[in-house]
């Protein structure tokens, strides 16, 4: 089974966003991203759709949930500042195939402890690594997780 985490698609500049930043959506280059998250991920055909409950989060992945006729679940773990619990979560759910959406300090933090690395909230700079390969500072970006087993490593 295979764990798909997805870093929500393009949301534009935090700072020209006024409001509560939880209900910031998708520009218009991030619903494209998210529409092409569908080709990506649904030949894994993940059972469940999670996401942080972040409005730009749940709109990267629902694309994704209407080609697969899933529901989207919004998990407070998978919150922005929640990597512990994502972490908890994604050990809970070993064995499962679900796609994960969250935010890029989560993402990181959970492929720095999967990796045994220092987490990344404490590197001066950090990229992820989009599903073509290429080193990206921009959404989506997605860490294909197979067989994700419970151990000593992921806990911190």
Do not use: F
């Not at 949301?11 to 910031?24: F, I, L, N, Q, T």
């Not at 529409?35 to 709109?59: F, M, N, Q, T």
Request: net charge positive; glycine share 8%.
């Amino acid at each position: 089974m295979t764990l798909l985490l997805v870093r929500h698609a393009n949301a534009g500049r935090r700072s020209a966003y006024e409001g509560d930043d939880r209900v910031r959506p998708l520009s218009p280059r991030g619903q494209a991203q998210a529409d092409g998250l569908v080709a990506l991920l649904k030949g894994y055909r993940p059972r469940r759709i999670l996401s942080s409950p972040y409005v730009r989060c749940c709109e990267t992945v629902r694309p994704l949930s209407k080609a697969l006729d899933l529901p989207v679940e919004s998990v407070d773990a998978l919150a922005e500042g929640h990597g512990t619990e994502t972490l908890r979560l994604m050990e809970r759910m070993a064995g499962e195939s679900a796609v994960l959406c969250t935010h890029g300090d989560v993402a990181l933090e959970v492929l720095d402890t999967l990796a045994g690395q220092r987490p990344a909230k404490v590197r001066a700079a950090s990229t992820l690594a989009s599903a073509t390969g290429s080193p990206v500072h921009a959404p989506p970006a997605c860490a294909i997780l197979s067989d994700c087993r419970s151990d000593a490593s992921m806990r911190s």
